[in-house]
């Protein structure tokens, strides 16, 4: 039986979303760009796509880390441009993904804001901002926004990291 699935996440600047994932053990494919849910097709935001083997990381493990990793219980000036989302592909993740989020509110003081919706469509990013971070972790963004990200995932799921960042 295949165990690779994929899940949909957005929150913040895809360049970080992206390089998140990528640092993660289980995770074979990042695709960076832009995701509308399906109930309104036109309203894209910055989001992955993650495929993922459930082998080897669980969908759990790939939401806390998106809640982890991006401002999952602020609202913002940029929320449309950066929704906070997890978008699902078969109808039967709504359900997994409702009870992981209410089992991963526990671990926070104030409430998420992430909403989870049908996927509805995907617009790829610019191949120039493919794999953004990996090629020069020493841009200053990099450096201010994504590498914080990346030494938080080795401290807090050092289990989940591959050797791409260690």
Not at 54 to 66: E, F, S
Not at 73 to 78: A, G
Not at 144 to 151: A, E, G, L, V, Y
């Amino acid at each position: 039986m295949d165990k690779v699935f994929k899940v949909g996440f957005g929150g913040g600047c895809h360049w970080c979303t992206e390089a998140v994932f990528m640092a993660l053990n289980g995770v074979e494919k990042v695709e960076q760009g832009f995701i509308a849910p399906n109930e309104n097709i036109a309203d894209f935001s910055e989001a992955v796509i993650v495929h993922y083997n459930a082998a080897v990381i669980a969908l759990k493990d790939l939401v806390a880390i998106h809640l982890d990793t991006h401002r999952s219980t602020k609202n913002h000036s940029m929320r449309n441009k950066y929704r906070s989302g997890i978008y699902f592909f078969k109808q039967a993740d709504e359900l997994v993904l409702k009870a992981i989020m209410t089992e991963l509110q526990q671990d926070f003081e104030t409430p998420l804001i992430t909403a989870i919706f049908p996927f509805g469509a995907f617009k790829s990013s610019e191949e120039r901002f493919h794999n953004y971070y990996f090629n020069d972790t020493e841009k200053p963004f990099c450096r201010t926004h994504i590498s914080p990200k990346i030494k938080m995932l080795k401290e807090k799921y050092a289990k989940h990291v591959s050797a791409i960042v260690q």
